[in-house]
């Protein structure tokens, strides 16, 4: 499908004499614009002194057809018409001018959380537990940092651990085949009342970091929920 150009020279009162064809000629454009051949059309001003009308078809015939109809050409109103044939086509239009999505790329940080529950006498042993197994199990490439925060629920903590990874390919090299599946050693499953035996992972989109992650390492997070009668401070 190629497009063409169908240019107009009118009379130099074009605009005083089209009244009694225009309401035919606009009918004769409207149906050409239903079939789909029209793309658009109007005249020129300043001065008026002729119009511009842009077809699609695959030959030129379409705005051929359409010049040897219109009532402005059959009257005298149109002193020569014109079809730029090549054909050509766009470079630009107005959909190619619209700003364009961008295509999401691979996440460049992968949230790793699962989450848990204890008693208020053995949430310090789970925090020594964490710091003293978990994270140099993880080695030294990864860092990880405890933030204590309150919630109204008497006798219970809930422990909450965000892993930040690279990649999910990271993420198996950790937890094996299944990745949904929790990672939970004996003496730390010894620690708690209940854990989530499956994990949830979320694509970061904003990130607040000091540093980006390296390649196969990941950061942690590990937070406390409370009662605020352990605490001494209101929720």
């Not at 107009?8 to 606009?26: K, M, P, Q």
């Not at 511009?52 to 002193?79: C, H, M, W």
């Not at 809930?158 to 003496?187: H, K």
Request: contains cysteine; neutral net charge.
């Amino acid at each position: 499908m190629a497009y063409f150009a169908l240019f107009y020279e009118a009379v130099n009162d074009f605009i005083a004499r089209r009244g009694a064809y225009r309401d035919e000629h606009l009918q004769l454009a409207c149906e050409a614009h239903a079939r789909g051949e029209l793309v658009l059309a109007g005249a020129l001003a300043d001065p008026a002194d002729g119009a511009l009308l842009i077809f699609q078809g695959e030959s030129p015939a379409v705005a051929e057809a359409f010049a040897r109809q219109d009532p402005y050409v059959k009257n005298a109103l149109i002193t020569n018409w014109t079809v730029r044939t090549g054909p050509w086509w766009w470079a630009t239009s107005r959909a190619s001018l619209r700003p364009k999505r961008r295509r999401r790329s691979r996440p460049e940080m992968i949230a790793r959380l699962w989450s848990a529950r204890t008693t208020p006498a053995l949430s310090d042993s789970y925090l020594q537990h964490f710091t003293e197994s978990v994270r140099p199990d993880w080695g030294a490439s990864r860092a990880s940092w405890c933030d204590g925060q309150y919630a109204p629920a008497p006798g219970s903590v809930e422990i909450l651990v965000t892993t930040y990874w690279v990649s999910f390919a990271a993420i198996d090299a950790f937890a094996g085949a299944d990745r949904e599946a929790a990672v939970v050693a004996a003496e730390a499953a010894a620690l708690l009342t209940d854990y989530d035996r499956r994990v949830r992972h979320y694509e970061v989109a904003i990130a607040e970091s000091p540093q980006p992650l390296r390649a196969n390492r990941c950061s942690a997070q590990l937070s406390l929920w409370t009662s605020p009668e352990r605490s001494g401070q209101r929720p």
